[in-house]
């Protein structure tokens, strides 16, 4: 049985591997010139298509285990057509990938799955500029199926001759097999289309993908999260005037026509020679572990001590209630988008606005350093796709001091960037680099020698982890203060989110409450105590370095007269907007309501219908933005 079904695993991924060599050969002079080694693309590619031919064999498994031996002449005959339609797809995929990149540059995507809602527009558009194509995909299915058919002597009722018993119990390892195949790794993660983006080269990663893969994740992401689905759950509203709202609220009175986000903005500290920019992510930094924006005293020393040397955000607020929404939030300044978050879905893995893509124009080197798996969150094929020269992970990180579950230790982190900041300054290049640790996860792995442990607290708990955080934060600065970069570089240090966001509150406010913080050498100390967000503490740091440029940042400076004091959060499907002390909040199929935040509960107060539009608002343009493409 295994020795069957190995040999379509065989004839399925030999089809793929004959689609990527040749568009290794056609884009080969896209990266020839790499440093990385291109040859590992089929290394990768082959972990892309096990994945996808372990799926298409779950189904002849369990027919061929679990169904008894009445049945075998119906299986074999389900099975005969089932591998002659999945080899005739695969086959026409990898054909229709070559016009599909040629055209777009990248494998079928997100566009391959909404073009066949238009099928007449489709069908013209083939014929008209794809015939000798389809002529050739048409003829090669007609070849294979002619010879599959004619030549087609394979019988499974043979199995069947296996005692029922025998053959359910090898359901087991056959499903354990594939598993395996389909996981495609033994790490905490299971592999997705980020372990194909390896390369800094994009040509190179999507030859290293696999098409079903790509269109099958395209159309997962299409049912899941549409505007239909949106509207129903949330509301309607006029698109233009969910539009007009949300440019009002931002005071965006000079937006771009058409991205409706977008306008010029005017640095309020303009430099001939404009600042390096590193973004230092903290996981999971509540303000209830730091005493300079309410928390409690001495489990963040050294972020206390640097509050006093730079721009401390005491009232900052974070998007929502996962990495990927924080990320989103400092490093592209948009709010969270109803559903998955943008660094996980289908359009926004190109062409979606970061700040390095912002600042590619004025020369500056990019990168993503982390300690981890890159994989993780789908984060590599998110920062890759857009504008990141580089990503720095676990793998790249040679005889670190400390490992633990989530990857190499923060200390290990911050040693990595000081040393690879060092050396862009010492050739001139400016850069833009975001860092994100890892220690302040479950189960709170890292290395305890580094720092005294908090009273009264177990060994691995939040605290300690938090703690130790805070000293891969001192430790960076200590670093950085001593090298020449370190003058002409904005740090900010914010959290991503909170720890695991819990209470009574429909919105649970106060646990969307972080710290941030911008350090940089002159600048004047000041705290800000007004609500702000991530949105805005981007754009603030984007001032600070000097740079005047076009963005579609959800936020403003907080030395703009544009600044605006209210933050939207997303907690699981709920929406909240706060304006000082009121917050709208929006559930799924539900009226929206108002409420009064103090005393950190929210407490039931009369309707604020504008507040409660300008949510919802906010919801329809985010979806809006997302699904149109429009946040660049």
Excluded at 54 to 83: G, Q
Excluded at 224 to 243: F, L, P, T, V
Excluded at 345 to 374: C, M, V, W
Excluded at 559 to 577: E, H, I, T, V
């Amino acid at each position: 049985m295994a020795k069957k079904l190995f040999k379509y695993y065989l004839f399925l991924v030999s089809i793929f591997f004959i689609g990527r060599v040749v568009l290794f050969t056609l884009y080969f002079s896209h990266f020839e010139a790499q440093s990385t080694n291109i040859w590992l693309s089929f290394l990768y590619g082959l972990k892309m298509d096990t994945i996808v031919a372990s799926i298409l064999l779950v189904i002849p498994s369990i027919l061929l285990t679990l169904l008894p031996k009445i049945f075998a002449k119906t299986v074999n005959f389900i099975l005969k057509y089932y591998f002659l339609i999945v080899v005739s797809l695969a086959i026409f995929i990898e054909i229709a990938t070559f016009p599909f990149m040629a055209e777009y540059d990248s494998r079928p995507n997100y566009l391959f799955v909404e073009y066949l809602a238009y099928s007449k527009e489709v069908v013209s558009l083939l014929l008209a500029d794809y015939k000798l194509q389809l002529f050739f995909a048409f003829g090669v299915i007609a070849l294979f199926i002619y010879g599959y058919l004619k030549k087609y002597n394979e019988s499974f009722i043979e199995l069947f001759e296996i005692n029922f018993l025998k053959r359910a119990l090898l359901f087991i390892p056959l499903v354990l097999i594939l598993f395996i195949g389909i996981r495609s790794s033994f790490g905490h993660r299971p592999a997705n289309i980020s372990d194909a983006m390896y390369s800094s080269n994009r040509i190179l990663n999507e030859v290293t993908k696999n098409s079903i893969y790509s269109i099958g994740y395209a159309v997962y992401s299409s049912l899941k999260y549409s505007n239909k689905d949106i509207q129903k759950r949330y509301g309607k509203m006029d698109i233009k005037e969910a539009i007009a709202r949300v440019q009002k609220k931002l005071d965006l009175k000079k937006a771009d026509s058409k991205y409706i986000l977008s306008r010029e903005e005017d640095s309020n500290f303009s430099n001939k020679k404009t600042k390096n920019i590193v973004i230092f992510v903290q996981e999971s930094l509540g303000y209830q572990f730091v005493n300079a924006v309410g928390g409690e005293e001495g489990i963040t020393p050294n972020l206390n001590r640097l509050s006093k040397e730079g721009i401390l955000f005491k009232e900052l607020y974070s998007n929502g209630t996962r990495s990927v929404r924080g990320l989103s939030g400092l490093v592209s300044g948009t709010f969270s988008v109803p559903g998955k978050g943008v660094v996980k879905r289908n359009k926004s893995q190109r062409d979606f606005s970061t700040i390095a893509s912002l600042l590619k124009p004025f020369g500056y080197h990019s990168s993503f350093i982390y300690g981890g798996e890159s994989r993780f969150d789908n984060m590599k094929s998110w920062f890759l796709g857009n504008g990141f020269d580089e990503v720095i992970d676990q793998e790249k990180f040679k005889n670190p001091e400390f490992v633990g579950t989530w990857g190499v230790s923060d200390e290990d982190v911050v040693k990595k960037a000081n040393e690879e900041y060092k050396k862009l300054y010492a050739k001139n290049q400016k850069f833009v680099s975001v860092i994100f640790s890892t220690s302040n996860h479950t189960p709170f792995d890292f290395p305890k020698e580094k720092i005294k442990l908090v009273k009264g607290e177990p060994e691995k708990s939040v605290k300690n982890a938090v703690k130790y955080a805070d000293y891969a934060i001192g430790k960076f600065i200590e670093m950085a203060k001593k090298e020449k970069y370190f003058e002409d570089t904005i740090f900010v240090i914010a959290a991503d989110h909170n720890v695991r966001v819990y209470g009574d509150d429909v919105v649970p406010v106060k646990m969307f409450h972080i710290p941030g913080l911008i350090l940089g050498k002159d600048l004047k100390p000041q705290v800000y105590d007004k609500i702000s967000t991530q949105a805005d503490l981007l754009a603030t740091t984007l001032d600070l370095a000097g740079i005047s440029t076009k963005y579609s940042i959800m936020g403003h400076s907080i030395f703009s007269d544009k600044k605006r004091d209210f933050s939207l959060m997303q907690f699981n499907d709920r929406y909240a907007l706060r304006q000082g002390n009121e917050v709208a909040v929006i559930r799924p199929n539900t009226k929206a309501l108002t409420f009064e935040y103090k005393n950190e509960h929210l407490y039931k107060a009369q309707n604020d219908e504008s507040l409660q539009k300008d949510l919802l608002a906010f919801i329809l343009v985010l979806n809006h933005v997302y699904q149109n493409k429009l946040f660049r």
